[in-house]
């Protein structure tokens, strides 16, 4: 299996296009940090990736990383370690439709999984969103879903930090989900990143896995740390959805340079009943 695709200045120059596109919705928007994917591969087992559209471009971080896409189809690339000696290592990915998909790849005798699916990611369909009236009119639902009474009460904790989804809202084509964050340690909680996805509610070994990430329309409020003894509450706007009994809504944060991993499951029955603002 060889490498592939691009040159290295044809690949940083799409890279710069799409974080100046990036920029430019910034202005109006939050941003939210897509955690990397975590990959395992081995030297003797290769490792199929199917994307959303047709691959562009492929950066490896390691040259013991071998990519490849698939003849037949555009949007397949095979993976596989050079050698057992392979060390973690990252991969990013760059398709047609102008999105940057990010793995750690890590090295595994016999792999998790060797058929690995991306759904296309949630975009920003609200139409309360149009306009000076509209980005009104959604500040206001923050607002109201901030203090309203709680519906909901799902928790995930680590080393004296916590969060909390404690609401749950919708209103016409938007769901709101209230986020409580608390840091009872002495150490303050530094905010690497923060994801909402769709994921199978168990994964059977060697099967595909499939994510779909969920991208927010707004975000109440920009959090960067919780400070020691410190509590927070955030609303996270997005595209309203529903559930299978087959799937679960996962909000996960990630502490940067830190072990303190949260991650917060909602059932399908509790993202189906939301109470309606």
């Known amino acids: 299996?060889?490498?592939?695709?691009?040159?290295?200045?044809?690949?940083?120059?799409?890279?710069?296009?799409?974080?100046?596109?990036?920029?430019?919705?910034?202005?109006?928007?939050?941003?939210?940090?897509?955690?990397?994917?975590?990959?395992?591969?081995?030297?003797?087992?290769?490792?199929?990736?199917?994307?959303p559209s047709a691959v562009k471009a492929v950066d490896r971080g390691s040259p013991q990383l071998l990519a490849q896409k698939v003849k037949s189809t555009e949007n397949v690339l095979l993976i596989k370690a050079a050698s057992p000696e392979m060390k973690p290592t990252s991969l990013i990915v760059i398709t047609t439709d102008g999105q940057l998909h990010s793995f750690e790849v890590t090295y595994q005798s016999v792999p998790s999984a060797t058929s690995v699916q991306l759904l296309p990611r949630q975009h920003s369909v609200a139409a309360v969103l149009s306009g000076q009236q509209g980005q009104r009119r959604l500040d206001s639902?923050?607002?109201?879903a901030k203090e309203y009474q709680s519906n909901i009460r799902r928790k995930s904790s680590a080393g004296k930090v916590t969060a909390t989804l404690d609401g749950l809202f919708i209103k016409e084509n938007l769901m709101l989900l209230r986020l409580k964050l608390e840091n009872a340690s002495p150490i303050n909680y530094d905010i690497e990143t923060m994801r909402i996805?769709?994921?199978?509610?168990?994964?059977?070994?060697?099967?595909?896995?499939?994510?779909?990430?969920?991208?927010?329309?707004?975000?109440?409020?920009?959090?960067?740390?919780i400070k020691t003894t410190e509590q927070q509450t955030i609303v996270l706007a997005i595209p309203k959805l529903t559930l299978t009994s087959r799937k679960r809504l996962s909000i996960s944060l990630t502490e940067q340079n830190g072990a303190r991993q949260l991650t917060i499951h909602v059932k399908p029955r509790q993202i189906n009943r939301p109470a309606t603002l």
Do not use: C, G
Not at 141 to 144: A, E, F, K, N, P
């Open 197 to 225: 996805y769709i994921h199978d509610k168990k994964q059977i070994r060697r099967s595909a896995i499939q994510q779909q990430e969920i991208l927010p329309v707004a975000v109440s409020d920009t959090i960067n740390q």
């Open 141 to 144: 639902l923050i607002r109201i």
């Open 1 to 51: 299996m060889h490498s592939i695709i691009k040159t290295p200045s044809q690949i940083m120059a799409v890279i710069i296009l799409i974080l100046a596109k990036s920029i430019a919705i910034a202005q109006e928007n939050q941003i939210f940090v897509i955690e990397p994917l975590l990959i395992e591969v081995s030297s003797n087992q290769t490792v199929a990736i199917s994307f």
